[in-house]
């Protein structure tokens, strides 16, 4: 009998599950459409008859200590995932009270930047470290505060929102309403911003120049990037200076140990490595200088969502 | 036989100390110069005298739990005092280490401004909180980050350094060599500071013209508002809109139940706070909005140091 957890990565498009033991393996996987079901219910129905079908076919006896789920919104203490913009079921989702219909065993939700770290804490780069951040970029910015060892839930479940701290006062409109958050500007879609920008203030030659905004991704500047594309080379520049010198500040809060950067835009490598190492050195308070790391995430890239929310109640049975 | 503590607040010209029971009461205190001494040795001479001193003229049998000692630039984990400006021993001095040649029991050292935060969850207004940020509004701005009931230190103690968090970009030169850092804004300097940058922006009769900047105090213009002085008004509700501006992205970091503003500045009551408050509360992302408060210390004025430096020996003993 050996002990295992359900990870489940619940997407905007899929949502994959896993069946993880303490070291990581994955015993078994799946996957259902996330965008299919306009009801929570049916949802859910679909998902945990996927999930016992992945159980029944299992060859060794498992011992199933729980379930951790990554969800966009999700708020840990209530259980809840709260007015997600890309699922369709609105409103406040009272998730886990649902889920417990089909399944009696622990569960744990949280949103997806925090599900990373727990990973990267149980898995990954961050096994020694207890103070450590972790910033997942994809279409925003999301990010996961590890410190004394615990992420940082805050009193009401919504701690570790980075990404709509201020970058620049009064800078670009955010999607929460406000204006000059960091993800407007350090993410996939703030990529093909400043792409967008650089061009209107200094405009010159591009492989990109005849691509419109609505077809823009972060990809595409990336890959002009590494063939030597002068504009979207600096829109990496820019980019990572500005990440740099904002995680600066950052570091002031919690002083981790390391900041790992995940998430598609992560891919870039260098590209976006090399700017925000630099301006993140040049921008730190001296007592911080030389001691804390910009590092990539060391969850293996196809399973990073499972194995962070499989990873949720390991973390919950440690402590 | 009591439990006490023994909290030695250690600042630039005051070594204040006293003898405090679980309840917060101290029954018995002293005070010897700092800056008299060139020499630390000396410095802990003196100190553990006065000390025994207090000891012996005690009516109740007492049994001492440990030392706290809040101190500027205090690291935690070290028990180091290192490069602090405003003493006169320089370089990193082993305070603890050298200081229990006498005394036998355990010691704990941290910055004045973790000390605080410690003796407002201890003591003061965040006994019932687990998440809450102090600021301590002095000549600079110092902060102590509490979150799941523990301060936090970071990986090598220097967490919780919201005074050097970036205000404005490039903006005003800071002691730490950088530009633009919070208290170069929200301090009592800072409020100097600002008081004469807007009667360089708009010349006005005020009844602190006369006076030059070197004699200058935050509380001369906190007096001048109080009366009514139009450009002291204003120094307060620009200081108070630029602290809630960058409050609201404090939070969201460690998602905070509450901030309190402690410290000189923060006397000067609604001119600071309703400013505050308001430009608070206009920033917040839309989920921390009207859940957050903003208070005054609960810890009696005359006393924060002694009680937050003694609260240090209860909390670790608590946890």
């Known amino acids: 009998m050996i002990d295992v957890v359900i990870g489940i990565d619940l997407g905007g498009t899929f949502t994959k599950f896993g069946l993880i033991t303490r070291s990581g393996e994955t015993l078994a996987s799946g996957s259902i459409p996330t965008d299919r079901f306009d009801k929570v219910e049916e949802y859910q129905d679909d998902l945990a ?9 299992l060859v060794p006896d498992v011992h199933l200590l729980g379930m951790g789920i990554g969800a966009p919104n999700a708020n840990y203490y209530k259980g809840t995932i709260e007015y997600a913009a890309n699922l369709k079921w609105k409103g406040v989702v009272p998730f886990v009270d649902m889920f417990r219909r089909f399944f009696d065993v622990p569960m ?9 770290a727990i990973g990267e804490m149980v898995y990954g780069g961050a096994r020694d470290m207890m103070d450590f951040i972790v910033i997942t970029l994809g279409t925003g910015l999301g990010s996961g505060i590890v410190s004394n060892g615990k992420l940082v839930y805050g009193h009401d479940g919504f701690a570790g929102e980075i990404g709509h701290t201020c970058a620049v006062r009064n800078g670009r409109q955010c999607g929460c309403s406000r204006k000059g958050c960091l993800e407007t500007y350090v993410s996939a879609s703030g990529i093909c911003r400043t792409f967008f920008e650089l061009m209107a203030g200094e405009p010159q030659p591009s492989m990109l120049s005849n691509v419109g905004y609505d077809s823009l991704t972060s990809q595409m500047v990336a890959e002009a990037a590494q063939k030597g594309d002068a504009l979207a080379l600096k829109t990496f520049e820019v980019t990572g200076s500005m990440l740099g010198a904002h995680l600066s500040d950052s570091v002031a809060y919690t002083s981790p140990e390391a900041i790992f950067l995940c998430g ?15 301006s993140f050195e040049n921008h730190l308070l001296n007592i911080y200088k030389g001691n804390i790391q910009i590092l990539p995430s060391g969850l293996p890239d196809s399973n990073v969502g499972v194995l962070g929310a499989g990873a949720l109640i390991w973390a919950e049975s440690i402590t």
Chains 1, 2 share one sequence.
């Open 49 to 57: 008859g996927a999930i016992r079908e992945m159980m029944q076919n």
């Open 108 to 116: 744990v939700i949280t949103n997806d930047a925090n599900a990373a």
């Open 264 to 278: 598609g835009v992560a891919k870039a490598g260098n590209l976006i490595f090399e700017p925000t190492r630099r």
